[in-house]
């Protein structure tokens, strides 16, 4: 699977020494900052698709849900 920049960030980040409070507000961050990506990723696909006349708008939803998940999403939960 491929690692995200999000999820990169995330692997470094947990080398710094942080004090409580600072480690809570950063798991909220870096949790809307992955939904904020896998949406980008989705889109981009989507509309990769579409350029390409490969996939109709309502099935390239759920393909780009399906792409997101089968490329990044199994990484997220291996980690």
């Known amino acids: 699977m491929k690692e995200t920049a999000v999820q990169w960030l995330a692997l470094k980040m ?5 004090n409580p409070k ?3 507000e950063f798991i ?7 939904e904020m ?3 980008q ?3 981009a696909y989507k509309y990769g698709s579409r350029d390409l006349e490969i996939q109709y708008s309502d099935v390239g ?3 780009s849900e399906q792409y997101y998940n089968e490329t990044y999403e199994k990484q997220c939960t291996e980690n």
Do not use: R, S
Not at 14 to 18: D, G, I, R, V, W
Not at 28 to 34: R, S, T
């Open 14 to 18: 947990m080398y710094l020494k942080m």
């Open 22 to 24: 600072e480690v809570f």
């Open 28 to 34: 909220g961050w870096l949790e809307e900052a992955k």
């Open 37 to 39: 990506e896998k949406e």
């Open 41 to 43: 990723i989705k889109e």
């Open 61 to 63: 939803e759920i393909n």
